[in-house]
Each structure stands twice: as C-alpha cells, then as structure tokens.
C-alpha cells in the first residue's frame, strides 16, 4: 500500500490484517520500487498524491521495468481525464476517494484472481458468480444451465471475463470485438448479453466502459 494520508493508511492496514492480509504500508514514492521488486506481493494500492511525486509517474517507471504487479489506484482525482489515464499507463483498476471498503477489497480480490488464477492447469476456464465461460468449447452456462449467444456476444463476454476486475473501456472493446457488428452498437450488445446472463454481471463504469467485477454473486 503506497499511501501518505496517516488517517487512510492506518485504517487501511487495520482492514487488511482483520482480512488476515499480510500488508506493508508505504508512504513515499521513493524507494517503493524497489521494495516491490525485493520482495513478493500479490498486489499493489497506489495513492496518486505523494509528498515526493506523483502516483502515476511511479507507475509508469513500474510498467516500464516490467513490473507487471496488479494495481489499484485510490484516489480523490474523479474526472474522466484522470481515470483514463490511469488506466491507459497500467493500472488494472481505479477506485475513487471516498469509498466503501467492501468495494475495496472486492476490487483488490478481484485484480488479484484474474492475474493469479484466470485459468488453471491450462483450462480455458472463467467463473465470475454463477456464470461460466469455456472458451474451448465456446461454452457459456449460467447456474449449470447453457446460455445461447451470438458470436459477438460470446467475444465480449469472453474479453470481459478474461480481464476481470479490470474496466474494458468502450475503445476497446469496439475495437477488438466489434469491428463487424453490422452497425449494431456496444450498448446494443450488452443490452442483449445481460438480458442472457443478468445484468448483475456486467458494471457499466460511467465514462469509462464495463467490466466485470471478478466477485459478482
């Protein structure tokens, strides 16, 4: 946890060890990495506001020393701008101050199983909730029972739930999946899709795009 607010950090760190989370608490940019790179972590909370810098600028030199860590931003920055940017330099989520710490540790849950246990013992298989996908089989069911889907739909779903935990923004999405859509729009198509699989499972993220939220119930 990379966060200088001692009020955040300390509530924080209380949250996580009642979670029985091992949590190391840091509250400059200097030397972070070099912790991170020194020891194992599952994941990384990153304040943008540090008395030594900024939190994207840590990221970015992340990234670039291929430090592929998941990571959660916390952060009072709110506009669209912000959150774009955030995601376009490798953040895997971007959670907005003030928040629910439920959502906290769902989100934190959720970048963590879609890095660390996406597919096991190389099954091309992804849960979120009472849905399941198979993608070698191009197989979705939803509480044991197979769901019918156009082959559109089956791409977004399959994308979404690849990258769980992570917002897919529109670009995205339209990009890789629906360059053939027939004129059908993004909307459109999620509209359907939740209609087949309950809308519980897809969050639209306002500004942004939709993700799937990796502990949906």
């Not at 940017?85 to 928040?99: Q, S």
């Amino acid at each position: 946890m990379i966060e200088d607010d001692l009020a955040i950090g300390r509530a924080l760190l209380s949250v996580f060890q009642d979670e029985g989370h091992q949590a190391v608490w840091w509250r400059m940019s200097g030397g972070a990495i070099e912790r991170i790179q020194a020891e194992h972590f599952d994941a990384v909370l990153l304040d943008l506001g540090l008395p030594d810098g900024d939190g994207t600028t840590l990221l970015r030199e992340m990234r670039s020393l291929n430090v592929n860590l998941p990571v959660l931003i916390i952060t009072a920055r709110d506009s669209l701008e912000d959150r774009l940017n955030g995601f376009n330099i490798g953040a895997d989520d971007y959670l907005i101050k003030p928040f629910e710490i439920p959502e906290l540790l769902v989100r934190l849950r959720a970048i963590v199983r879609r890095v660390n246990g996406a597919v096991d013992n190389g099954e091309q298989m992804w849960t979120s909730g009472e849905v399941a996908l198979d993608e070698s089989r191009m197989l979705v069911t939803r509480a044991g029972t197979p769901v019918s889907l156009s082959k559109t739909e089956f791409g977004l779903l399959l994308m979404l739930m690849k990258q769980s935990g992570r917002v897919l923004t529109r670009t995205e999405l339209e990009h890789r999946v629906l360059p053939h859509s027939e004129g059908q729009t993004l909307d459109v198509h999620i509209s359907n899709l939740r209609k087949k699989v309950g809308d519980r499972l897809i969050r639209t993220v306002r500004g942004v795009g939709y993700m799937v939220q990796g502990d949906n119930v």
